[in-house]
């Protein structure tokens, strides 16, 4: 019993690392809080739905989806951010301008959609499952697992091991100085946020998998899993948001499990709460904390 | 009062209900605002205060005279456990928890059977009337507009433009910012204890997101030249979807788009009252 719910929860885990470390990222680099990340969630997940339902396989349509989620993150950041980019608002613009964005996009996509809970074609993934011991593991999961480590690491090879990847990482150091070398910036933050929407887009198909509801509203509810993580892992740490993301996936399975279901967001929060009050860089978090 | 008014009072109650409650959120919002902090804990603020003051009505039957005043005490504890460590830090951390509080307690709210689950709490008694609804919100313009113009609204004004320099000419901006958030937590309070006692029914759903964008984008369409302004926003967009007919489908995406435009745009709301000073800070 224990170990099949820390096996649910670590997998349920991965998903909420890979959401956050896109939220992360984009934070990282790009200096916003960008509150549209959720909305990458539902795109991603909504596009495989409909890709399923013409007959794509999970194998198509979870790539194609991802990136289809991505092309949504660069336009929005586009159209919402590279002006108060431009003029160097104060990050209060940015975060009320991607908040009424995203009030906008969710609520036209209920209103063209409706509210209604969707489900996967029933035959998208085999219903096989396997058994390790007493672990039942499902085909889903296992799709999840791989899908997760995959991106994880070919995120990781491009911030550690190529050109772009130091562009971007210089840019998340210092933005002026990285310009300064010659780096691209506007392109390196159109970049960010096509990385960052792919693995929301990636997260909301996987998450869609996983319990198999999709509605507009589901990014919505994942932002406070991307909010624990990011601030339990320290704003911009990308090792941190991974293991925070873990953590969190399962703390929630554990708690809906021994305490009640209904009250795992609440515990969420209160982790969110106390790592404020002790550790506000994070766990993890060495950086230095730019005060207000 | 004549028969036509008292008729037309009587046909659009709710309406002139909901303007009041209303202006008064965005009164919560603006004092937020005022000293250049975001604070999305507005809706999550009234919905304690509706839920915690519906409470003592229905299970422990108290007096409405106490309350109303009652109805500050949730919100504001609430406000103190989130304030306290994140005023310290920049001010995407208020904003981020606040949020996340909005959607923290409409779960709570659902699978808590004392908070009446889905079905929300029915069956409270009407006690509110209009006259005590107007009454606060004037109260408390005229509070927030006596503040302005006192040497605590100069040195809100200097926190909003540049918190550093503030600090640096002596203005305790810790504290300001504390006694904001706080007066802005009992604002939202007092509003849903109101909106409560007037509507009979709260429900889970009444206090997450979309009434905490709504409430933003009251105080963007009209600014915080003034604390006329932000109520001035509301009561047009409250006022709005009733005039235009199949306006109220779009009435989410509008308020959406009106605070990307005012952000965009118009910095200083569509409203703006005052004029902006000579000498006020141009893009950076």
Redesign the interface.
């Known amino acids: 019993m224990l170990a099949q719910q820390l096996v649910n929860g670590v997998l349920l885990g991965a998903v909420y690392a890979l959401f956050a470390l896109g939220f992360t990222l984009m934070f990282g680099v790009l200096r916003v809080?960008n509150?549209t990340y959720g909305f990458y969630f539902s795109a991603g997940a909504l596009l495989a739905l409909w890709m399923a339902r013409q007959g794509a396989p999970i194998w198509l349509a979870l790539p194609l989806a991802a990136l289809g989620a991505g092309c949504v993150a660069v336009v929005l950041d586009w159209v919402?951010l590279t002006?108060?980019r431009r003029?160097?608002?104060p990050?209060?613009?940015s975060?009320?301008?991607t908040?009424?964005?995203?009030?906008?996009?969710?609520?036209?996509l209920t209103?063209w959609l409706g509210p209604d809970i969707r489900r996967l074609p029933p035959d998208l993934v085999a219903a096989d499952a396997f058994h390790i011991g007493e672990v039942r593991v499902t085909a889903a999961q296992l799709l999840i697992l791989g899908a997760t480590t995959l991106l994880v690491a070919a995120l990781l090879a491009l911030m550690r091991g190529t050109r772009l990847g130091l562009a971007i990482r210089a840019m998340a150091e210092k933005p002026d100085a990285a310009q300064l070398m010659g780096i691209d910036t506007g392109r390196a933050a159109a970049l960010v946020s096509f990385i960052s929407g792919c693995l929301a887009g990636a997260g909301g198909v996987l998450i869609g998998l996983n319990f198999n509801a999709i509605h507009p509203y589901m990014g919505?509810?994942m932002?406070?899993r991307g909010?624990?993580v990011i601030?339990v892992g320290g704003?911009g740490d990308i090792r941190g948001a991974l293991l925070a993301g873990l953590a969190l996936g399962v703390i929630e399975v554990m708690t809906a499990g021994y305490v009640?279901?209904?009250?795992k967001?609440?515990v969420?929060?209160l982790i969110?709460?106390a790592v404020?009050?002790t550790r506000?860089s994070g766990l993890f978090g060495r950086a230095v904390?730019?005060?207000? | 009062m004549p028969p036509w008014l008292d008729d037309l009072l009587w046909t659009y109650q709710n309406l002139v209900y909901a303007l009041g409650v209303n202006g008064l959120l965005a009164l919560s919002m603006y004092v937020v605002l005022a000293v250049g902090q975001l604070s999305l804990g507005q809706a999550a603020f009234m919905g304690l205060g509706a839920y915690s003051s519906a409470l003592m009505t229905l299970k422990l039957k108290l007096p409405f005279l106490a309350v109303l005043p009652l109805s500050v005490v949730v919100p504001v504890a609430f406000a103190l456990v989130i304030g306290v460590p994140t005023l310290r830090l920049a001010g995407v951390y208020l904003a981020i928890a606040t949020i996340g509080l909005g959607e923290v307690l409409r779960a709570v709210y659902l699978n808590v059977d004392l908070f009446g689950g889905a079905l929300g709490l029915s069956g409270i008694p009407e006690r509110a009337t209009a006259w005590m609804i107007y009454g606060l919100l004037g109260l408390a313009m005229l509070a927030l507009w006596l503040i302005g113009r006192s040497g605590i609204g100069r040195a809100m004004e200097a926190m909003r433009e540049d918190e550093t320099a503030a600090q640096v000419m002596g203005v305790p901006v810790q504290r300001y910012k504390m006694g904001a958030l706080l007066a802005s937590a009992m604002l939202a309070g007092l509003a849903g204890c109101l909106s409560a006692h007037v509507s009979s029914f709260i429900g889970p759903n009444e206090y997450g997101f979309e009434p905490a964008v709504t409430i933003l984008s009251y105080v963007l369409l009209g600014g915080i030249g003034t604390p006329l302004a932000p109520v001035v926003g509301a009561w047009v967009l409250t006022l709005l979807p009733e005039l235009l007919r199949g306006f109220s489908d779009i009435r989410l995406v509008l308020n959406g788009v009106i605070i990307v435009f005012a952000v965009l745009f118009l910095p200083n709301g569509l409203l703006a009252v005052r004029m902006k000073r000579i000498g006020a800070r141009t893009a950076a």
């Open positions: 809080i509150l919402l002006r108060l003029i160097q608002a990050e209060l613009s975060l009320m301008v908040l009424g964005g995203v009030l906008a996009l969710y609520s036209a209103s919505e509810a932002m406070l909010f624990v601030i704003l009640s279901s209904g009250l967001e609440a969420a929060f969110l709460v404020l009050w506000p904390l730019r005060r207000a």
